[in-house]
């Protein structure tokens, strides 16, 4: 019996060495990320009578943000746009317009947050797109109806590992329109894409749709205020693989080689 103990101290210390040294997780690579965009086009305006007035050139916004590196430029003449850049995440985005003005307008927006490897960190990034303009149905008395139509085009993707925490990305159009005094605010067309996922997980989102608004009630030689803005956003969270396990398995292992030495020890004294 004595034996057998001895024997079984004699090899678990290289047994446990071995394991803490070879088999912890601290040579993984930890890996979150995130990435989304989101454009339209083809937009118009169609009155149920009449014809569409433009009164003004577009107004164009672009804003990005890559953990609070913030950029932005907005004006009436083209090209807009703002870029913004961190050490994990990118930011973009562009309203673009026709002058004279016209309906031929689009807006991009994309966000990129991406914590490799085994740092310890989370990243966010924010970018939007908006155009804004008035106009008037002409020829005509009395009310009518209009409706909005517009394609998208979206791609969204999260990735992670197994110490990756969580990656996070969504994409967001929205189109309202308002009296010329900014009263009656509507929505017209929303369309919100979310993905999400935890630890050792992925998904991909793509799409192309065209999206008509519902019929609204509107007025002859009133002026209306029409709003498109497109939304991409990315949160990732990522984290060390924790140590706690390899420090108890080399404990253990100094245990046991404490204890193997002290039964030998005794072992030799006992026999002579």
């Known amino acids: 019996m004595k034996t057998r103990i001895h024997s079984l101290l004699r090899a678990s210390p290289f047994a446990i060495a071995v394991w803490g040294l070879f088999f912890t997780p601290t040579s ?36 990005a943000n890559a953990d609070g590196n913030t950029a932005y430029q907005a004006g ?17 985005s562009a309203p673009s317009a026709t002058v004279p003005p016209t309906l031929s307008i689009s807006g991009f927006a994309s966000t990129l947050s991406d914590v490799p490897d085994q740092v310890q960190a989370s990243a966010y990034s924010d970018a939007r797109a908006t155009l804004a303009n008035a106009f008037i149905i002409t020829g ?14 979206g791609h969204l993707s999260v990735f992670t590992d ?13 189109l309202e329109t308002t009296y010329g005094d900014g009263t009656q605010d509507t929505t017209a067309i929303f369309k919100d894409d979310m993905l999400e996922v935890g630890p050792n997980d992925a998904a991909s989102l793509d799409f192309s749709v065209t999206l008509t608004s519902p019929p609204l009630n509107c007025y002859y030689g009133t002026n209306y205020v029409v709003y498109l803005e497109v939304d991409s956003e990315s949160q990732v969270v990522n984290n060390i693989p924790d140590t706690s396990c390899t420090l108890a398995l080399l404990g253990l292992g100094i245990f046991s080689l404490l204890a193997y030495d002290w039964c030998g020890k005794r072992q030799r004294l006992m026999a002579s």
């Open 28 to 63: 993984a690579q930890a890996t979150a990320y995130a990435a989304s965009q989101l454009s339209f086009d083809s937009f118009t305006i169609t009155p149920s009578a009449g014809s569409v007035q433009l009164l003004t050139p577009w107004y164009l916004t672009a804003w």
């Open 76 to 92: 009436w003449v083209p090209p807009v746009s703002a870029q913004a850049q961190s050490a994990f995440s990118t930011a973009y």
């Open 162 to 174: 197994e110490y990756g925490l969580k990656a996070r990305t969504q994409t967001i159009f929205d």
């Open 140 to 153: 005509g008395e009395g009310s009518l109806n209009l409706t909005y139509a517009v394609t998208l085009n």
